[in-house]
C-alpha cells in the first residue's frame, strides 16, 4: 500500500509495524477487553515526524489513532471494529526529558516519556511531579495528559490539568501548535492547553509538554486504618483535614472485598491490619519539615480519632519499607481485579461529602437488579472519586446469557446513583468509546453542542481518534429531544 510505503521512506521499515505478531501489544487494551485490527503502527521519533505522519494520513483520508501506554481502562486507546482501520500513532520512541528548571518549578519533556521516569528524573533535581497512579511505570505523560489522568495525589495537588503548564500538539492538517509555555501567569487569550488535555487525541496529537514540579518533600507519614464503614471514614478525612491542611497528600478508601482479592491475587501483599473485614483507609503527610514533627502530627490525630470511635485499629508505617508495602497493596488492585474476574468499573465522582451516601445507594440499585452481587470499592475519597466495581467471578460471567445488556443496565444504576447526588461518570478515565452512551444521556444538549462545535473547528474531517468522547449525533437525538425543558438531566 502506497501509504505504508511513504511511512517507510519516513521513518524507516523498523518504525513501521505491519505484522500482526508485531501489532498485537498496540491493537488489544491490557485487559484484553477490547481488540480490533490496525492498518498498521508507526513510531515516530520526533515531532516533526508526527507531522509529516499527520500529513500522509490526511492526504490519504485515513484515520489516525494516539497511543501512549496502552493503559487506558475505557477502549480509548485501541481500533474498533467499524470504519476504515485506523493508523496507531504510537509514541513509545518519544522518551526524552528536555529540560529541567528547579528554580522555575518546570520540567519540559517528549510525550512518550513513562510516568515513572518523570517522577525519577524530577527527584533526581529535588523536585516532584505529584501526578501518581498505579499504571505509572508503563503510562505516558501524553496518555495522562489526553485524558487528564487523577491518581492518589488529587487530593493536595490536583489532577493532571492543574500540572501542566504548556503543550505543544501536532494538529490534524499537521501544523505543530507550539505552546510551551513555562509561564504560571499568561492572560493573553483563550488558554488553549485545556482544550487538548482530557480531548483523548480527538482534536490534536500532545507530542511535548511543559510540567508543573513541586518542592520534594523530605518527610513523609503514613498510616493504614480499620474504619466501621464510609461514614466513619468520612469523619476520619475532616480530622486530618482541620489539623494538617495541605499536609495532608492522600486517602484512599477500600472495602475488604477489595483487599480480599488484592491478597489472593498478588504474591507479597499483605493486608497491614489484623482485621480484613469492614473498611480500611491510607492516609499519607508529606512535608518539606521535620519527619518527626510529622510523624507527631500523624500520631497525635489517630489518638484522636480512635478515642472519637472513627478507628478500630491502625498502624503507621515505622520505616521506608513499609511506607512502600502499604501503597503496593493500594498500588495492585487493578492487577488484582483483573486476575480475579470481571469487574464492571465504575469511575463516579460525587461531592466527597455525599461520598457514604452514593456507595449505600449504589449498592442497592445494583443488588436490585443482581441480588448478592458483591461490590469491589476502592477510590480516592479525598476528592471524591469512587471506583464502584460490581464484581463477577470468570464462571458467574461466562453463565450469563447477555452480558452486554446487563453490563449496560448496572452501568446505568450506578451512574443514575451517582448523578443524583450531582456527582459524574467519569472522574480521571476517560470516555474513549465505552461511555459515549452515558455522554448523550447525562451531558446537558448545550454542552454536547459546544464539544461537537470545538470538534468540528479543529477536525472536520473525523479523523483523529474517531467514535472516542462525542456519542454518535443519531444516538445523542433519541436519548434528547431538543427541548427547550431539556436540562440533559438523567432519564426516569
Given at each position: 500500500m502506497a501509504l505504508i510505503e511513504a511511512f517507510k521512506r519516513l521513518l524507516g521499515d523498523a518504525a513501521v509495524l505491519t505484522r500482526d505478531a508485531d501489532l498485537a501489544g498496540l491493537t488489544e487494551d491490557w485487559r484484553g477487553r477490547f481488540n480490533a485490527p490496525a492498518l498498521c503502527a508507526v513510531l515516530p521519533a520526533n515531532t516533526e515526524q508526527v507531522?509529516?505522519?499527520?500529513?500522509?494520513?490526511?492526504?490519504?483520508?485515513?484515520?489516525?489513532?494516539?497511543?501512549?501506554?496502552?493503559?487506558?481502562?475505557?477502549?480509548?486507546?485501541?481500533?474498533?471494529?467499524?470504519?476504515?482501520?485506523?493508523?496507531?500513532?504510537?509514541?513509545?520512541?518519544?522518551?526524552?526529558?528536555?529540560?529541567?528548571?528547579?528554580?522555575?518549578n518546570t520540567m519540559e519533556v517528549d510525550a512518550g516519556c513513562v510516568l515513572a521516569e518523570i517522577h525519577e528524573a524530577a527527584a533526581a533535581a529535588g523536585r516532584l511531579y505529584p501526578v501518581s497512579l498505579g499504571a505509572e511505570g508503563s503510562c505516558q505523560i501524553g496518555g495522562t495528559i489526553g485524558t487528564n489522568a487523577g491518581g492518589t495525589g488529587v487530593l493536595r495537588y490536583g489532577n493532571t490539568r492543574d500540572n501542566v503548564l504548556g503543550l505543544e500538539v501536532v494538529l490534524p492538517d499537521g501544523s505543530i501548535w507550539d505552546g510551551l509555555s513555562a509561564l504560571r501567569k499568561n492572560n493573553t487569550g483563550y488558554d488553549l492547553k485545556h482544550l487538548f488535555i482530557g480531548s483523548e487525541g480527538t482534536l490534536g496529537i500532545v507530542t511535548g509538554a511543559v510540567l508543573k514540579l513541586?518542592?520534594?518533600?523530605?518527610?513523609?507519614?503514613?498510616?493504614?486504618?480499620?474504619?466501621?464503614?464510609?461514614?466513619?471514614?468520612?469523619?476520619?478525612?475532616?480530622?486530618?483535614?482541620?489539623?494538617?491542611?495541605?499536609?495532608?497528600?492522600?486517602?484512599?478508601?477500600?472495602n475488604d472485598n477489595q483487599i480480599r482479592l488484592v491478597l489472593e491475587q498478588v504474591p507479597g501483599r499483605r493486608c497491614p491490619v489484623a482485621r480484613i473485614d469492614g473498611w480500611h483507609v491510607l492516609v499519607e503527610l508529606s512535608d518539606t519539615g521535620d519527619a518527626a514533627a510529622l510523624a507527631a502530627t500523624l500520631q497525635t490525630v489517630l489518638e484522636r480519632a480512635l478515642d472519637?470511635?472513627?478507628?478500630?485499629?491502625?498502624?503507621?508505617?515505622?520505616?521506608?519499607?513499609?511506607?512502600?508495602?502499604?501503597?503496593?497493596?493500594?498500588?495492585?488492585?487493578?492487577?488484582?481485579?483483573?486476575?480475579?474476574?470481571?469487574?464492571?468499573?465504575?469511575?463516579?465522582?460525587?461531592?466527597?461529602?455525599?461520598?457514604?451516601?452514593?456507595?449505600?445507594?449504589?449498592?442497592?440499585?445494583?443488588?436490585?437488579?443482581?441480588?448478592?452481587?458483591?461490590?469491589?470499592?476502592?477510590?480516592?475519597?479525598?476528592?471524591?472519586?469512587i471506583h464502584f466495581i460490581p464484581f463477577f467471578t470468570f464462571e458467574a460471567w461466562s453463565a450469563i446469557e447477555d452480558r452486554d445488556v446487563l453490563a449496560e443496565r448496572i452501568r446505568r444504576a450506578i451512574d443514575d446513583a451517582a448523578a443524583a447526588l450531582r456527582g459524574t461518570f467519569s472522574a480521571e478515565h476517560g470516555i474513549g468509546r465505552t461511555l459515549t452512551g452515558e455522554m448523550a444521556r447525562y451531558k446537558p444538549p448545550v454542552e454536547l453542542a459546544l464539544m461537537r462545535a470545538v470538534k468540528q473547528a479543529f477536525d472536520p474531517r473525523g479523523l483523529f481518534n474517531p467514535g472516542r468522547v462525542l456519542p454518535p449525533a443519531a444516538s445523542y437525538l433519541l436519548r434528547h429531544p431538543m427541548q427547550p425543558s431539556d436540562k440533559g438531566r438523567p432519564e426516569t
Open positions: 507531522a509529516a505522519i499527520v500529513r500522509l494520513c490526511a492526504e490519504s483520508g485515513v484515520p489516525m489513532l494516539p497511543q501512549g501506554g496502552n493503559t487506558s481502562l475505557c477502549g480509548g486507546a485501541t481500533p474498533a471494529d467499524e470504519g476504515k482501520r485506523p493508523v496507531i500513532v504510537a509514541l513509545r520512541r518519544m522518551r526524552r526529558i528536555r529540560s529541567i528548571d528547579p528554580i522555575n513541586h518542592p520534594l518533600p523530605t518527610a513523609e507519614a503514613v498510616a493504614w486504618l480499620a474504619v466501621d464503614g464510609p461514614q466513619k471514614a468520612l469523619d476520619v478525612l475532616g480530622l486530618f483535614q482541620a489539623s494538617c491542611s495541605s499536609r495532608l497528600s492522600a486517602f484512599e478508601l477500600m472519637a470511635g472513627l478507628i478500630s485499629d491502625a498502624i503507621v508505617a515505622s520505616s521506608e519499607a513499609q511506607r512502600k508495602a502499604m501503597w503496593l497493596v493500594r498500588h495492585s488492585v487493578s492487577e488484582a481485579n483483573k486476575k480475579a474476574g470481571v469487574g464492571l468499573t465504575s469511575d463516579t465522582a460525587v461531592p466527597v461529602s455525599a461520598v457514604p451516601a452514593f456507595i449505600e445507594q449504589a449498592a442497592a440499585a445494583v443488588r436490585a437488579l443482581v441480588p448478592d452481587l458483591p461490590m469491589v470499592v476502592v477510590g480516592h475519597m479525598g476528592d471524591g472519586n
